[in-house]
């Protein structure tokens, strides 16, 4: 007979708003029903931070549903948390609606603060602990990314190891800068919590198979830490970069549309061409987007109307 797991729903913050709503934030808490079997480990899987971020709501299904599937092979903590900015996840608004906030901008909080800061508070106490925190999250409406962790180089010598199991195809560490500070990742790291942040798809969308890449690697990674003891797929050996200089950013410089002409996720030549702005009133094209050097195109324009001085893509120079 198959051995069952604990699946408890629980609120780890209710807020009372106007108009008699709450702010709720739930965590779904899987673990093995025998506590023989349970190692005690724990990762914590997050999602829903930006609410216009949706990946990460099919990558939380897709794990839960492989844990029901084989019950018997959880031996830890799996702690699901799809929406932690549900009130934006609802409205599709990045920030935390009625508020103009980032609330990536926020952490740690204060237990005596603002509604937003409590919140923050104890998203912070809720995680603080874990033996890895996976925080997803997608593009915004603009750019697609491909699947990628983004490390603090401050945190790199504990991070990297972990990400290379997460089956992403690109680990960029990248300097430490002020406002990196304020986020949920920095605030867990700097504190003792291992924790890596996901970037992959697009804002609004789900890519299913960005998805169950991620999920592929999630699995990959609870293994890895004794939580899971079932077969899992064979994951990807990432692109590790720590250059300072090792990104090129291509930003518009005119106002018009961007039409790509290159694939997302194709090594480049020096001089190829990554798109162009064109006028749709004239028919001219305003400016061709060359690669200054070889490398491997990792983000793309998505929105193809851009301002000067828009983002249209990210190159990984090889």
């Not at 430490?176 to 700097?190: D, I, P, R």
């Not at 106002?255 to 996720?265: L, T």
Request: proline residues 5%.
């Amino acid at each position: 007979m198959a051995k069952e797991i604990l699946s408890e729903i629980s609120s780890i913050c209710q807020v009372k708003l106007p108009v008699g709503e709450t702010l709720n934030i739930r965590r779904n808490r899987l673990s093995p029903s025998d506590e023989a079997r349970n190692s005690g480990k724990r990762i914590g899987i997050v999602t829903g931070i930006h609410g216009d971020e949706l990946e990460g709501q099919y990558v939380c299904y897709e794990v839960i549903r492989r844990i029901r599937e084989h019950p018997e092979h959880l031996a830890g903590i799996v702690d699901v948390y799809p929406a932690m900015n549900p009130m934006g996840i609802d409205s599709i608004t990045r920030g935390i609606p009625g508020f103009d906030l980032d609330m990536n901008r926020i952490f740690p909080g204060s237990e005596d603060g603002a509604m937003t800061e409590y919140v923050a508070h104890k998203i912070i106490e809720e995680l603080s602990g874990a033996d890895l925190v996976v925080d997803i999250h997608a593009s915004n409406i603009y750019l697609t990314e491909i699947p990628q962790i983004r490390i603090n180089e401050l945190s790199k010598d504990e991070l990297v190891p972990l990400a290379c199991h997460m089956n992403v195809d690109f680990v960029w560490v990248h300097a430490a800068s002020t406002v990196l500070e304020s986020t949920l990742a920095y605030s867990l790291n700097s504190t003792g919590t291992p924790t890596l942040v996901v970037e992959a798809g697009v804002g609004m969308r789900i890519t299913k198979a960005y998805c169950e890449q991620l999920a592929d690697g999630l699995m990959n990674t609870m293994k890895m830490l004794g939580i899971w003891q079932g077969e899992t797929r064979s994951v990807r050996e990432p692109i590790v970069d720590d250059r300072a200089d090792g990104v090129v950013f291509f930003n518009a410089p005119r106002a018009g549309i961007f039409v790509p002409e290159a694939k997302h996720w194709t090594e480049l030549a020096e001089g190829d061409t990554v798109g162009n702005i064109v006028n749709p009133l004239t028919g001219e094209v305003l400016s061709e987007i060359t690669t200054p050097e070889k490398g491997i195109l990792f983000t793309i324009r998505e929105y193809p109307v851009v301002d000067e001085g828009s983002l249209v893509g990210r190159l990984l120079k090889v």
